[in-house]
């Protein structure tokens, strides 16, 4: 008997054919594979930062139990399945971790601080998103798409590649600022606006970082050299939690480094930057995401998916509008605002698809000469 070990698109992934254990048993094997190497090699792979917040037996008991699922979903897959690819490697990843010591990895007891990586920080990100996410745009969905639409191994490495490399990011972002811009900072200010309620700091972060940000994005739009690095987020075709994570790294690091220079040299506490950052990281995500929520009087105050979906579509009305990434506010008032109330993007996309698929392909792709068009060689 001939059997298959390649998933194809003609598989079959309805209920009972077990597409849906084997699915969930990889999901499970690589959480519980990257627990153990984060416990086996946690000076290289988890951010020195949050090493002393993880509570170890809680980690363990989360290991063990994504492993035991990743195996048993996997034999269930290789049972039911006639198409082994599935279950065989969740069983490979699950005996793997095992292999490696399992919930019982021993912690090294010497830790160096410095690391720029952090599997800790995906492997949460992952789980945490996942577990939110999928759910609602299941059950709320806007367009009906599968979990694993087209290109979702291409936004699940950019996914992965953003949050192994939060360590080295976050200098690249903030490095600049302090090194460039030391002299612009007063200490009178700083003192001053550090001093204020912190509801009060994170209410104008959000306001000076979104000023900044709404220009900066719009030259990314508009400046040829920085479109070809933008073309990359605006390349997705299908909307969800994890297209937003479609970032190139120059875009993502320029942008943010950018943004953090006015909010350095005002002085704004850490604990108010804190915020602003967890708030901005779930709205980011949130914006993208496939759900059919209008939101008819938050939207007027706040960027919603309705609003961000239409920066992204690929209709001509909508190509360089809403540039804003919170407050629809600065759309109005510099004359780049597009919502219709009652209908959403058609099509998602750059017309002619300029961007090829795959991750390594559009990590290379700004750098590469453009192709000439037909009038260029006219």
């Not at 059950?139 to 290109?151: E, G, M």
């Not at 120059?250 to 943010?256: C, E, K, R, S």
């Amino acid at each position: 008997m001939k059997v298959a070990f390649s998933d194809s698109p003609s598989d079959p992934t309805h209920f009972g054919t077990g597409w849906a254990s084997g699915t969930f048993a990889i999901a499970a094997g690589i959480l519980g594979l990257g627990g153990v190497l984060c416990l086996r090699f946690p000076s290289l792979l988890v951010t020195a930062e949050a090493r002393s917040l993880y509570p170890l037996p809680i980690v363990r008991a989360l290991i063990y139990f994504f492993l035991v699922a990743a195996f048993a979903l996997g034999v269930l897959s290789l049972c039911l399945r006639k198409n082994k690819a599935l279950g065989l490697t969740a069983v490979v990843l699950a005996a793997g971790a095992t292999a490696l010591g399992g919930a019982s990895t021993p912690v090294p007891a010497n830790i160096s601080e410095g690391s720029f990586l952090g599997l800790d920080w995906f492997l949460l990100n992952l789980l945490f998103w996942s577990a939110i996410c999928i759910p609602l745009e299941r059950l709320f969905h806007r367009r009906r798409q599968p979990v694993f639409r087209p290109s979702w191994r291409t936004d699940l490495s950019y996914f992965f590649l953003i949050n192994l490399l939060v360590g080295f990011s976050t200098l690249a972002t903030m490095r600049p600022a302090i090194v460039l811009f030391s002299w612009a900072a007063f200490p009178s200010l700083q003192h001053a606006v550090s001093h204020q309620p912190i509801w009060l700091q994170f209410i104008e972060i959000l306001i000076v970082a979104d000023f900044t940000q709404y220009w900066i994005h719009r030259a990314f739009h508009q400046i040829p050299m920085l479109w070809r690095f933008h073309a990359v987020h605006h390349s997705t075709e299908e909307m969800d939690w994890l297209a937003g994570s479609r970032l190139h790294v120059v875009d993502q690091i320029v942008t943010h480094s950018l943004i953090f220079i006015p909010v350095f040299v005002l002085g704004f506490s850490m604990p108010a930057m804190v915020a602003y950052v967890a708030v901005i990281s779930l709205q980011a995500t949130f914006i993208h995401a496939n759900v059919r929520w209008t939101f008819p009087i938050l939207r007027e105050f706040l960027v919603t998916p309705q609003f961000h979906h239409w920066h992204h579509a690929a209709e001509a009305e909508a190509i360089d509008t809403n540039f804003a990434v919170h407050l629809p506010a600065l759309d109005r008032l510099f004359g780049t605002y597009h919502m219709p109330p009652d209908r959403w993007p058609e099509a998602y996309g750059i017309e002619g698809h300029p961007v090829p698929p795959g991750f390594l392909k559009q990590l290379i792709y700004p750098f590469q000469r453009p192709k000439p068009t037909l009038d260029d060689s006219q």
